[in-house]
């Protein structure tokens, strides 16, 4: 049974950080890339970005760069996104996925909210 089960949400300040983390299970692991999606109340679901099983990064949207940062530990069966200068536009539920060729698993989502 795979199981992706995120946690570090919350309510943070305009300008703070937070770090998300998602354990995975029930899958090999480091085959896999893992991803971050994040959806806004209203909005579509979008990439936040990708870690590849060999540590390749990409960014899913420009409105990231150079806050988010995505990361990942084989030996753990983890994966982390990194976020500084947090926005009250980033605000949405963000979900951690695994993906390899047809297979795509998603974690159930945790809540981050920006706002003073």
């Known amino acids: 049974q795979v199981q992706l089960v995120e946690s570090g949400g919350g309510l943070v300040q305009p300008g703070g950080s937070l770090r998300l983390s998602c354990a995975a299970s029930g899958i090999i692991f480091s085959i896999y890339t893992m991803g971050w999606y994040r959806q806004a109340p209203g909005k579509q679901r979008e990439l936040v970005a990708t870690i590849a099983s060999g540590g390749g990064t990409t960014l899913g949207t420009e409105s990231v760069k150079d806050r988010f940062t995505i990361s990942r530990d084989n030996g753990k069966n983890m994966v982390y996104l990194q976020m500084n200068s947090l926005k009250p536009e980033d605000t949405a539920v963000y979900y951690c996925?695994?993906?390899?060729?047809?297979?795509?698993?998603w974690g159930q989502g945790t809540q981050v909210t920006v706002s003073s």
């Open positions: 996925t695994a993906q390899y060729h047809s297979y795509h698993y």
